[in-house]
Every structure is written in structure tokens, then in C-alpha cells.
């Protein structure tokens, strides 16, 4: 079992930079993968970016690609979100998540395959 618990949220102009921080809980947590997936009002969640267990692969969504970092410290066991030149699209709750058992370590972009999730951070970005 994993507890997550995300900060770092709030209300930045568009241009501007967040650092999201999830915590987790747990002897294990450096075997999961890691993700971080937000959900807008009226939309399904998506996924952002995650990181492998070792933090050697990464993924991340189209509309993020180059303006958003992910990071992990498995000595601390904490993820980062390092998010940049933010936009007004960007708004939504930001959700940490874990995948416990990745398949040959290989990242999972389905939600299905994140089984302990966070209670979210909410971002809101102004134009």
C-alpha cells in the first residue's frame, strides 16, 4: 500500500512556472513507476508525464512536451512536476499517480495500470 499526497498548486499567469511535489508513502515506492495525470472540468483525465522506476525513461504528453519536467528523488521518495510557460489550457487538478507493477518497467499510459492515486492539486493558469 502507497499514499500520495500532491502540493505545489495555485493560480499563475500564463507564461509563468509551477513545481508540483507528490510524497509517498512506503518501503517500495522506488519499484513503482510514476506518473502524474490532470483532469479539466468536462474532460477525461489524461496523463502528463511519468517517470520509470529508476527514473532512466520518461513520457510525456503531446501538449506538454517541452515545457514540463518530471523528476524523481527515490531517497526521499518524492516526484516533481517542474511545469513551464504555462498556458490557460493547462488549468485543471493535477493527480499523482503510482504503477506498482510495471510490466518489464516499461511506463503505462493507461490509468488502468496506476492503481494508488493522489487527491489532487488543483492549477489555474490566467490569461
Known amino acids: 500500500q502507497v499514499q500520495l499526497v500532491e502540493s505545489g498548486g495555485g493560480l499563475v499567469q500564463a507564461g509563468g512556472s509551477l513545481r508540483l511535489s507528490c510524497a509517498a508513502s512506503g518501503r517500495t515506492f522506488s519499484s513503482y513507476n510514476m506518473a502524474w495525470f490532470r483532469q479539466a472540468p468536462g474532460k477525461e483525465r489524461e496523463l502528463v508525464a511519468a517517470v520509470s522506476w529508476r527514473g532512466g525513461s520518461t513520457y510525456y504528453g503531446d501538449s506538454v512536451k517541452g515545457r514540463f519536467t518530471v523528476s524523481r528523488d527515490n531517497a526521499k521518495n518524492m516526484v516533481y512536476l517542474q511545469m513551464n510557460r504555462l498556458k490557460p489550457e493547462d488549468t485543471a487538478v493535477y493527480y499523482c499517480?503510482?504503477?506498482?507493477?510495471?510490466?518489464?518497467?516499461?511506463?503505462?499510459?493507461?490509468?488502468?495500470?496506476?492503481?494508488?492515486w493522489g487527491q489532487g492539486t488543483q492549477v489555474t493558469v490566467s490569461s
Open positions: 499517480a503510482a504503477d506498482p507493477d510495471p510490466h518489464l518497467g516499461i511506463i503505462a499510459t493507461s490509468r488502468m495500470s496506476y492503481n494508488y
